[in-house]
Every structure is written in C-alpha cells, then in structure tokens.
C-alpha cells in the first residue's frame, strides 16, 4: 500500500536550519509530482511547494520563496525539503503528499518546532 | 493567489444529519477543487478531486458538486467518524490555496 513516511522534525533556533525528509513506498516514486504542504499549530493548510517528477523546476508558496528548497531523490525514493532561516511562523507540522492536483496520499507529518 | 473562503467556519449537527459544506473561490477554477477531511491528531485524508470525483476508498456518503467559483461537500448521513474538520483546495493555479476550514462537530 502507498506509506509516506516524514522525518526530520525537531526544536531548531531562529535563524536555524533543517531537512526535511519523506520516504515513500507502495508505488513508482518517479512517477508522481510530490508536494508539502505544513500546518501551524491549531491552524489549517498551507500548500508551500511542488515538485516534478524529475525533481526540477519546483514552485513555492511566496512566504517560504528563498528560504526553502524541495528536491527528491527518485533512485531512493525520497523527497526533502530544506528550510533555512527558520522563523518562529515555521513551526508546523510539515506532511509530503503524493501528487500535486491534487495529492492522494499524505504521510502523518513531522513537528518544526522553532524556538530560543 | 486565488483566496478560497469556507462557510460556514463551523457546524454542530447530529447523528444522521444531512449537512452540506459551501466553497467559492475568488476566481473562477473550472473543477479544480479538492476537499480533505482532517480529524484531531491526524494526517490530512483527501476525499473528492475535481470537485466531484471522490478518491478510492472514500465512501458515497459523501459528494461533491459546483464549478467555476462556487463548490459544495455534502455528507448525506452524518456519522461518527465523519466528525473533523474540511478542507477544500484549489489545484488551478499555484500557489495551489486552502480555505479556512469547516468544523463539524456534535
């Protein structure tokens, strides 16, 4: 069955950085667009990103533009996202979905905790 | 950005209830519409995609209807499980948008 399965969350400082990863299994990786999306605590969806099948020419939402950067590794069947110059406003859980328009399947998210 | 708006922003309703969840986009999308249910503590479960259409496994129960900027999620027989939250999303042009969110609960 399709399994996405996120990794990387973790208490960082302001100005941090971090990478994201999500491990996908149950189907061809190389085959499907990828997408995050993130969800700040006791708040709704924010779509951030897309990527290809090929992993180029990603597109980002314009409040994470320049900081963040999505890139896969179809060979292991993974998708990362690296955030740099984390804010406060980042902490979320941040899920990978499969697809873009729009995901099927979404993976159980991982917790960005941006604190001092 | 396409701004999606949700109302209403919340629902109390019962066992049974047939509730019906409204979605307008602030320009027109065709039937690039998705709707995702959420429920507390748990990954985001996408339901129908191009407004209609309901994923696999994703019993009829729930339907889908509308185009261009108007768009509604029907449940026909509340139960539940169906208690959460929903999300309709727009897929037409990027950013691809959110709403707000619609909490039904008891």
């Not at chain 1, 971090?18 to 700040?40: E, H, K, N, P, V």
């Not at chain 1, 740099?84 to 399947?105: I, K």
Request: net charge neutral; aromatic share 10%.
């Amino acid at each position: 069955q399709v399994l996405l399965v996120e990794s990387g969350g973790d208490l960082v400082k302001p100005g941090g950085s971090l990478r994201l990863s999500c491990a996908a299994s149950g189907f061809r990786f190389s085959d499907y667009y990828m997408t995050w999306i993130r969800q700040a605590p006791g708040k709704g969806l924010e779509w951030i990103s897309v990527i290809n099948h090929h992993g180029n020419s990603p597109y980002y939402a314009d409040s994470v533009r320049g900081r963040i950067t999505t890139s896969r590794d179809n060979g292991k069947n993974s998708l990362y996202l690296q955030i740099n110059s984390l804010r406060p406003e980042d902490t979320a859980v941040y899920y990978c979905g499969r697809g873009s328009a729009p995901p099927d399947y979404w993976g159980q998210g991982t917790l960005v905790t941006v604190s001092s | 950005d396409i701004q999606m708006t949700q109302s209403p922003s919340s629902l109390s309703a019962s066992v049974g209830d047939r509730v019906t969840i409204t979605c307008r986009a602030s320009q027109g999308i065709g039937d690039d519409l998705a709707w995702l249910q959420q429920k507390p503590g748990e990954a985001p479960k996408s339901l129908i995609y191009g407004a209609s259409s309901l994923q696999g496994g994703v019993p009829p129960k729930f339907s889908g209807g509308g185009s261009g900027t108007d768009f509604t999620l029907t449940i026909s027989s509340l139960q539940p499980e169906d208690f959460a939250i929903y999300y309709c999303q727009q897929y037409h042009t990027y950013p691809f948008t959110f709403g707000p969110g619609t909490k039904v609960d008891i």
